[in-house]
């Protein structure tokens, strides 16, 4: 991940906290920064400076999206989608009437 705090003119590498940075998605919610890696889901809440990893209640850390609607994030992982009301901090399978649980960027497959 790289920060810049002077609209694009300097950027630092600010990986700290991070076990991969192979970023897939990233999504903002107010103070809150969300990536996704092949290590899972990631929160900073310090601009990006560093990353906590938040998986509690993810069974597939396989993650291909996120996204936000209200205080609610949906993760959409190859065994289907989670859903998390408190920032992340625990998820739940939120695949209540869905069909086929392999999500791909956005697209049931």
Known sequence: M????DNGSNWNQENNGLASTHVFS???????IF?????????????GTS?????NGL??????VLTISGTH?????????????NNGINWIPGNYGLTKMHL?????L
């Open 2 to 5: 790289y920060l810049s705090t």
């Open 26 to 32: 990233l999504i903002v919610n107010g103070t809150n």
């Open 35 to 47: 990536i996704v890696t092949n290590g899972g889901v990631f929160l900073a809440t310090n601009n």
């Open 51 to 55: 990353w906590t990893l938040i998986n």
């Open 59 to 64: 069974t597939n850390i396989d993650v291909n």
């Open 73 to 85: 994030i949906f993760a959409g992982t190859n065994s289907g989608v989670y859903l998390s009301t």
């Open 104 to 108: 791909f960027q956005g697209y049931y």
